[in-house]
């Protein structure tokens, strides 16, 4: 299931709890919890659904019933590395019970509207409850409909990641796009469309490598407030010059974790495919004019362990814009005793 599958939002389901008996794949014994939920739609791997609840074994069963108001060919599936099946009237639709079965799946629906259809969704915690989802779709959209409106944009933007991609307790192996969002993105700069990559991060925080194997702009914007919106668009319709700079060092691959701008001096500088510069340093950050750093001096050419340096220098805007920038300094020591990093 992708993360932006619409969840199923019937009336109430009725959430059954039951201790689970070690690994035996059955729900025995009376419920320890029975209580109504508005949707499927959970993460519970800080703590069970109720103090009631033994958060080291236990299963759940919903059931409930399904009426669509109108007609359609859809898909219709679950969410979750644990074990999960879905019943729709009896039926055993998706089967993801067990160690060797996948419970993440999308399988297609025909809903008929006004029918009634009896559902059973069951899940067992043996993969700690990170993501449990039943919801629903209109059926998969293809990126050949997605590029139709993209011909007719002006720019688009791709979030990165969502909390059911990339979180605490729940990491992904690579910094690129999730899903085929990398497809999707190519696919719309091979239109001739003009395109700027607006990367907003919160959980995973890292740019596209990806994306860096096809020419376009790219700007990249913290989780932001209701003026995030405003605050984008004076950039990219240069009404403000962006002065910001990068406060940490992004890798090119995961295998350059950890980045970092003060390295030691020590030890190799590259890997066999590639050397161990990052996508964007630590620092690093662009506006529409120029800045000249000239006439750095010192108030002092030595200076004792208590003591303070007063560094001086003109910076001067040599575009044809009005501009902020941030004048960066770094400082090495060559002669010290113990070993330092490159710059602190």
């Not at 999730?178 to 395109?195: C, M, R």
Request: net charge positive; hydrophobic share 35%; charged share 25%.
């Amino acid at each position: 299931m992708q993360s932006r599958v619409r969840r199923w939002v019937s009336r109430r389901s009725i959430t059954v709890l039951q201790r689970s008996i070690s690994t035996v794949q059955i729900f025995s014994g009376e419920p320890v919890l029975t209580r109504l939920d508005p949707q499927i739609n959970f993460n519970w791997i800080y703590h069970a659904p109720d103090d009631k609840v033994d958060s080291r074994q236990f299963c759940v069963r919903w059931t409930a019933t399904m009426c669509s108001p109108k007609s359609f060919e859809g898909r219709i599936g679950l969410s979750s590395p644990d074990s999960m099946r879905l019943y729709i009237d009896g039926e055993l639709v998706i089967d993801g019970w067990g160690e060797d079965k996948e419970a993440s799946q999308m399988v297609p629906f025909f809903f008929e509207s006004g029918k009634k259809y009896d559902v059973r969704v069951e899940f067992r915690n043996d993969a700690r409850g990170v993501r449990v989802i039943f919801g629903y779709d209109h059926g998969e959209e293809t990126i050949d409909r997605a590029i139709r409106f993209a011909k007719k944009a002006i720019w688009r933007s791709w979030r990165r990641d969502s909390t059911e991609t990339s979180g605490e307790n729940f990491d992904r192996t690579t910094l690129n796009l999730p899903g085929k969002q990398l497809d999707f993105l190519k696919a719309v700069y091979e239109t001739g469309t003009p395109v700027v990559l607006g990367h907003e991060y919160g959980t995973s925080g890292f740019p596209v490598p990806g994306s860096r194997s096809i020419s376009l702009r790219f700007y990249r914007r913290a989780l932001m407030g209701k003026k995030g919106g405003l605050a984008t668009a004076q950039v990219l319709f240069g009404d403000v010059n962006p002065s910001g700079h990068l406060t940490m060092s992004y890798p090119r691959s995961a295998g350059q974790i950890p980045c970092h701008y003060s390295r030691k001096p020590a030890g190799g500088r590259k890997y066999v495919e590639m050397d161990w510069n990052p996508l964007y340093p630590f620092g690093y950050g662009l506006s529409y004019t120029t800045f000249s750093f000239e006439n750095l001096r010192l108030s002092a050419s030595e200076i004792h362990g208590d003591e303070s340096l007063e560094v001086l220098l003109d910076v001067t805007n040599t575009g044809s814009r009005a501009g902020a920038t941030v004048a960066q300094i770094y400082v090495d020591d060559h002669y010290t005793s113990v070993v330092r990093r490159l710059w602190s």
